[in-house]
């Protein structure tokens, strides 16, 4: 089956520092990838999605200068956490479909603490 | 504007059966879907629906009423494996997906 990637699994960095997550769409193309973070006991929440060769569409109250997505193969999407806080500490999840009508497919998580 | 609604926690006794509730109201309607998760892990797909009825898949049933706005998740022989929570999700006219708060299912032995 369809299988996403995502790395790192956990990573903690300090404060003003930013951070790089790395979501892959090992067997297939995905034109096109979902952003979602998750605080704890809450459901996802979509951030941006993430197109293939152009700008990401980012939701409403989501900055897209502290959130920057890069989209720039047909397997690989990048979210890098700029100049990250402790209010940013969550589970961000990428996801991606396989085509129009599928299920999504999930990458592991990204547990990050900013300490 | 879109909304979907589940219980936010349910309990259940192993090796019964737990319905779980999903009600949605969106901007058209393109299948509904279950995930579930498992606390600090990502969601993993069960079912979906897109025409009326019911879809069996061993242990897990997933029933939909499109006229009705709803959905259930039907879970039997419950396993203690089974305590995670589950989200409903709806794809809308634009293809994206409109998540539920999920539900917490809690087994008891």
């Known amino acids: 089956g369809a299988v996403v990637s995502q790395h790192p699994s956990r990573v903690i960095c300090k404060s003003g520092t930013s951070v790089k997550i790395e979501c892959r769409s090992l067997?297939?193309?995905?034109?096109?990838m979902f952003w979602y973070r998750q605080f704890p006991k809450q459901s996802l929440m979509l951030m941006a999605t993430?197109?293939?060769?152009?700008?990401?569409?980012?939701e409403q109250g989501v900055e897209k200068d502290k959130f920057l997505i890069n989209h720039a193969s047909l397997t690989l999407s990048t979210l890098t956490v700029t100049s990250a806080h402790p209010e940013d500490s969550s589970f961000y999840i990428c996801?991606?479909?396989?085509?129009?009508?599928?299920?999504?497919?999930f990458g592991q998580g990204t547990r990050l603490t900013v300490v | 504007g879109q909304n979907i609604d589940q219980p936010t926690e349910m309990t259940a006794t192993e090796g019964a059966i737990v319905q779980i509730n999903c009600t949605y109201q969106?901007?058209?309607?393109?299948?509904l879907f279950w995930y579930q998760q498992h606390a600090g892990e990502a969601p993993t797909f069960l079912s979906y629906?897109?025409l009326d009825g019911l879809e069996e898949k061993g242990r897990f049933s997933s029933f939909l009423s499109r006229s009705k706005g709803y959905s259930y998740l039907l879970l039997k022989e419950l396993q203690m494996k089974d305590s995670a929570s589950y989200l409903c999700?709806?794809?809308?006219?634009?293809?994206?997906?409109?998540w539920g708060a999920g539900t917490k299912l809690i087994i008891k032995p």
């Open positions: 969106t901007s058209g309607f393109n299948g």
């Open positions: 993430s197109n293939e060769g152009s700008k990401a569409t980012y």
């Open positions: 999700a709806v794809r809308d006219s634009n293809y994206q997906l409109i």
């Open positions: 996801s991606a479909n396989r085509g129009q009508v599928t299920e999504a497919f």
């Open positions: 629906n897109v």
């Open positions: 067997d297939f193309q995905a034109t096109t």
